[in-house]
Structure formats: C-alpha cells, structure tokens
C-alpha cells in the first residue's frame, strides 16, 4: 500500500497487492471505509447484518478498482496543480482521499467505482 501525499495532505492511496487477512485501507475516522481482503480456502465470514446509524459527512471519497486494462491518474493537490502521475492495471487499487485527479484510459477497460453517497452533482473543474 502506498500513500501518496502532497504538501502535508493525503492525496490517494494506491494498492497493487494484498496481504492475508482483512486489512483496512482507510482510516476509521474517512468517510470512505475500504478494506482489502485477501483469504485462503475454507475461511468464513460470519453472517452478520448492520444496524442502521446516521452517518454525516463532508467530503467525498472514492476508489477505483482496475478489473481489467491500464489507466493513468493525474492527481491534483488541494491547489489544483498537478503533483503526480500514477498508473493502474488490472488488480489494482487507488482511494481518492483528496484534491483533484484525472483518469485517462490507456487500453480497453473495465472499473468499479464506489463512492460515499448519496449522489450530489459537485463537480469542479480544474482549468489546465
């Protein structure tokens, strides 16, 4: 797992493999929750259901999850300049924490995305 920051600030996390177990990617306190699980054979996890809870919060968060192709990010500090470029291909992850990206697509591909909701239109454009 990689952190990647940008003046002080946690920018993205990047995930290009997993270890054994339930590792959690973000801190509890985000407002994305996001854990990596990686298990063997036989291993259950016990049927369980959650309690509804009011959950407030004021920023957004998303991850990306490459199933198949390669992409680049631009990613973008709270100042909207470009710090960083990243690349991701099939099994790989990144969480946006912070500031600003741009996903190009490099070959035919295929994401997941999830973000906390609900869905509110938002979105600011950086000028380049």
Same mark, same amino acid.
């Given at each position: 797992?990689?952190?990647?920051?940008?003046?002080?600030?946690? $920018?993205?996390? @990047?995930?290009?493999?997993?270890?054994?177990?339930?590792? &959690? %990617?973000? *801190?509890?306190? *985000?407002?994305?929750?996001?854990?990596?699980? +990686? @298990?063997?054979?036989?291993?259950?996890? &016990?049927?369980? !259901?959650?309690? &509804?809870?009011?959950?407030?919060?004021?920023? %957004?968060? *998303?991850? %990306? /999850?490459?199933?198949?192709?390669? $992409?680049?990010? =631009?990613?973008?500090?709270?100042?909207?300049?470009? !710090?960083?470029? $990243?690349?991701?291909?099939?099994? =790989? /992850?990144? $969480?946006?924490?912070? #500031?600003?990206?741009? /996903?190009?697509?490099? *070959? =035919?591909?295929?994401?997941?995305?999830? +973000?906390? #909701?609900? !869905?509110?239109? =938002?979105?600011?454009?950086?000028?380049?």
């Amino acid at each position: 797992m990689e952190k990647i920051t940008h003046k002080n600030t946690l $920018i993205a996390i @990047r995930l290009k493999r997993l270890k054994y177990g339930a590792n &959690p %990617l973000t *801190e509890p306190n *985000e407002s994305l929750q996001v854990l990596a699980h +990686k @298990r063997q054979a036989g291993k259950k996890t &016990p049927a369980h !259901f959650h309690l &509804p809870r009011r959950r407030v919060t004021q920023t %957004l968060q *998303e991850c %990306l /999850v490459v199933i198949k192709g390669k $992409i680049k990010i =631009d990613l973008y500090g709270t100042h909207k300049k470009k !710090f960083k470029s $990243i690349y991701l291909t099939s099994g =790989d /992850v990144v $969480i946006f924490m912070g #500031g600003g990206h741009a /996903v190009h697509i490099l *070959e =035919d591909t295929e994401i997941i995305e999830v +973000k906390n #909701g609900p !869905f509110v239109e =938002d979105k600011v454009m950086i000028e380049l």
